[in-house]
Structures are given as structure tokens and as C-alpha cells.
């Protein structure tokens, strides 16, 4: 009888701390608890046979009983604080991790560059100025003495509003709004959006933004406004730019140049960029037609200057390496993100 109990008893014990070793959760171990030394467990389940024990064994039976009900509760406790301190290392936070970085927002491409050049030409004296988007036809056209039959006005190329207004096709409208108010000397820069019905392509875009220059006193010449423009090409692309002029024609301008950059690329020697010409177009310039200067209210006996505006777009794609104009307007942010 004592040999049947005793082995009862140990493969109670056996079984309840092999369970116990693999325990997960405070459930698992309430389990194997209330299986054995529990009320209705298999210890408590044994109790009656200890009756049937002859009395020289009892105490060695009593005995055996204690001592497998130590063990589990031993081993349940440690069960218990080792569920306990898994649960709490899970939960904690964990100091080493790595941060996460927060998006830092940045500006746009087109907007950097409009900051580097107003940068550069501020150091030489210009001052930036901005104007209106939404213009009317004196400032975009009639007050730069774009005769009536010009191309540009016909609404195939220009958005108008039902009211005559239109969106701006040139920031040469901001000559005059600056001349209009500002007494001569003049040295200012304008960038900023303009607005034309071309079907867009990777150099042509619906809006795109020019920078206009303008510089108006007693004494300027052309040569002024070649240094100017190689001043600025040099500072931008951080090489050392010449500027070449060819003559051209715009209602604005008397005499009118068109400005080419020595190429960006291949300093002139000829790549696919310049078309092997050495040479890219980029700005439209000229001294400011003396019609204008009238039609502002300035004596052109008294004063004169130079004009110029090209795309910003295009210096920054010519900058960058960027070879469509449509990806300033994507905003997909893999390619934002380079700059
Ligand atoms: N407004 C001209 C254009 O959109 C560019 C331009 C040419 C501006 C000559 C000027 C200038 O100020 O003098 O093509």
C-alpha cells in the first residue's frame, strides 16, 4: 500500500513540475495548482488512502505527502515570478531603441531656387519685388508696348478672365507696376508665376516661374547688363560662366538680346545638353524700350536701363540635372526629397 502511494505521489510531482517548466501564463500555473494540491486536486484526491496505511508506515506516508506539496509549491512560486517578469520586461520601454525621426518638412525645389537667386542678386544691389498673378491687359501687354496684333495676347496662348483680366504671362508686368510707383533709380528682381495655354510637355508647363530683372538710372548700358547676368550665372552654378548676346526683338526692349550661358555642362567644349553648340539659351533681355519708359511717365532723355527675364525652372533643371519640367508640379515627394 505505502509503494503504491508513493509512486502515486511521484508522478504527481513529476507531471506537475514538467508543466510547470513550460508555463506561459499566471492560467497555466492556477492549473497545474488546482490539479494537485488544490481542493479537488490529485493530492487531496490520495488523502483517503493514507486510512489504509498500516500504522508502522503512516509517518513515512505522512511525510512523502509533505513533501511533494513543498515542491510544487516551491515551484509554482517560481512559475509565478518568472511570468511576472517576462510580462514586465514586454511592457517596458526599451531606452537603446533608436528614435523615430520625425518628416521634417523642406522647401520645394522651385522655392529654393527663387531664394538663391533673389540671395544673388540682393549682393548686387537688386532688391526683390513681387506682383500680382491675376493682371490686366495694361501691365501684361499694353504698357510693354505689345502691339495689338502680338501672338501672345490671343487666347489661345493667354488664360483671360471673363471680366479682361488674365493670369499673368510674364513677370514683365511687374516692370511696370514697379516704374509706375517707384521714382528712378531702380535696381529690382521679381520672381514668381506665370501662366500660358501651352500643352505640357518636359520643357513646357501650363505655370512655370520666370525672374525678371530690371535696373533703371542715368547711366546704364548693355555692358552693365552682361556683367550682371555673368555675375549671377557664375554665382549660381559655382563655375566661371560667360554670357554671349544675340540680337533678338521684344516689344519692351530696344535694342533686344537674346542671353546664352557658356554650356553648364561642358564649360563650352559641346555636349548633348548644348546640342555640341557650347552654348544655352536663357534669358530674354534688352534696354527698356523708351515707349515703356513713356508710358510709366518717365523722361527717356533723363533716364534708361536694362531689362532681363528667363525660367527658373530651367536654371534649376540645368542646376540639378532634372530632365522634366513636369516633375516640379508632381509633388512626389521621392523626388522632393532630394533637395
Ligand atoms: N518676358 C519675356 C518672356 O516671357 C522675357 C524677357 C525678355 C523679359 C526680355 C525681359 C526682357 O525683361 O527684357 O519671354
Redesign the pocket.
Known sequence: MLEELLSQLNTIRDEALAALENAKTEADIEAVKNRTIGRSGAITALSPMMGKIPPENKKQAGMAFNEVKVAITTALEAAREKTASSAAAASAIDVTMPGRRPHAGRKHPVSQTIEECCAIFRRMGFVAVSGPELEDIWHNFDA?NAPLSHP?RDVKDTFYLSDGRLLR????AV?IRTMEKEKPPIRIISPGR?YRRDTPDATHGVHFH?I???YIDTDVSLADLKTTLMTFASEYFGREIAVRMRP?F?P??EP??ECDFSCVMCGGKGCNVCKNSGWLEI????M?NPKVLENVGYDPKEVRG??????LERLAMLKHRINDLRLFSDNDVRFLYQF
Open positions: 510693354l501672345s504671362t510674364q513677370t514683365s516692370q506665370c520666370q525678371e530683372g530690371l533678338s521684344f519692351f526692349t533686344s538680346v534669358a530674354g533681355a534688352g527698356v536694362f531689362a532681363f527675364g528667363f525660367g
